[in-house]
């Protein structure tokens, strides 16, 4: 309380002397309150000018260059000495504590600590912390192994355990965006360790955090890296609500001239390369126009040579012209010429073919050339399948480098179908690689082996099994009762006075009993039994 007042106070007693005792009681009272106010009032103000003696800060422990720990465990880097510069301007001690970004977060909701650094802002955090202006830019992608692919943004992720540092905004951007298989560490360093050891594959980090770790493990060859998911901004901030302390924190940090913001910059983040000097450019002018003089030289040296070269050359080209046409023809007629039917083909689409192969599909080479194999033949094949599939996979065999040869069926305008043989290959078509189908005609080949098949298992009469397949069928279902444990029955014809009708009546009529035989046999078996003709008047079921 100052002089003055005091004097007034005590002034205040002698002047009530001349009142009325009830009036003097009364006033004095109220002299007495208003004095006890006025004394508090000016207690606080001088209350509200005491600033603390020191103040801690918390921040993450491995986030180079803006902090992390030198070889002998001691917290360094430009955020260190920004707060010793703080320290410097105030008066105020910082107690300076860089540890796991998590334990730095529970620090300051438990109030240990009265401001914290390195810290981004979130929607989450807002209700938390009153932040400071920002002070640096940090683009955060994914980095992901170089043996993986496919990794471009938020959605990519789905599927994969991502690494995470304990407590980061990172993991804040993941969650919102469905992405919950995280696996966290306490550190980005210990993070990149985890991933170089391919304990994770697939990590959100920092970029500035992460060019330092992965370089220092030498492992940046490694890894690569998407555009970023976001950008966040570095602030500090102190606890929801304590306006004071983030007023007196800002103007200590108000306090640091530009110069020495500068040196800070320049010692952590790298020197700027400065301008050469006029006297280097005229020394590297010098030099360049030189090396241009003698640079032309050469150029008109080569230029004479190359005029020589171009005439023999374009000489040698003429003849090669030549040859390559006379080379050309000879093919065009053997082309031509041929006993099977050639078609080029790109892909799956006929760029030529020769004479044959408009005779083997009776049509035209326009219908042709443009076209595909399954235009012309979109019939099912000899192994059942449908001929585009059969087409594909051989199409897919030789895009790989294999030839394929397989059976076809060659559907004509006539309706007819002819049985072919393709053989597909690669083939260098006028420098571009293409495929070459030769196509050969077996209907005739065909024909011989059902023929030859039919006389070595059919009986040439009744068209039954004859005893060779009726053998080979006993001898499968024997194997497959014995395997299944099950029973089945033959049963054995033979025609009674068979000799006397062929006697009597001639084999026409013997033959005709034969026949008529047979077939009633099949009309009463099912269509899974066997009807064979052993010789002679000898039927056999299975």
Sequence with gaps: MGHSAVRVLESVPSRLCCMEPMVAETAARLLRYWGALLVCWLCGGVLAQVQPTSIRVVLDDNYPPYTFRDGDGNAQGLLKEKWDLWQKHTGIAVEFQSMDWAAAQAAMVDGKADVIDTIFETERRQKIYDFSAPYATIAVPIYFHRSMGGITDVRSLKGFTVGVKDGDACVEYLNANGITELRRYASYEALVKASVAQEVRVLCIDEPAAVYFFNRERAADEFRHTAPLYRGQFHWAVRKGQLDLKKMVDDGFARISPQEMEALQVRW???????????????????????????????????????????????????????????????????EQANDAILIMRGPVVIDCNQRTLELH?????????????????????????????????????????SAVFEWRNLRPDGSVLDVEVSLSRIDFGGEVCMQAIVRDITERKEAQSEILRLAYFDSLTQLPNRRQVVDRLRQALAGCKRHASWGAVLFIDLDNFKNLNDTRGHDVGDTLLVEVS????????????????????????
């Design 362 to 402: 009776g049509l035209s080479r326009e219908e042709i050339v443009g076209s595909t194999p399954l235009t012309a033949s979109p019939v099912t094949q000899p192994d059942g399948r449908m001929s585009d599939v059969v087409m594909q996979e051989m199409l897919a065999r030789v895009e790989a480098g294999h």
């Design 269 to 335: 983040l790298g020197q700027r390369v400065e301008t050469a000097y006029w006297s280097n450019w005229a020394r590297y002018g010098a030099y360049a126009l030189f090396a241009l003089t003698l640079f032309s030289l050469i150029l008109l040296f080569w230029s004479r040579t190359l005029r020589r070269r171009v005439q023999v050359r374009t000489q040698e080209l003429l003849t090669t012209v030549a040859s390559l046409k006379a080379s050309e023809s000879r093919f065009r007629t053997l082309f």
């Design 519 to 542: 077939r009633r046999l099949m009309a009463n078996a099912r269509a899974k039994d066997l009807v064979g003709r052993l010789g002679g008047d000898e039927f056999v079921v299975l």
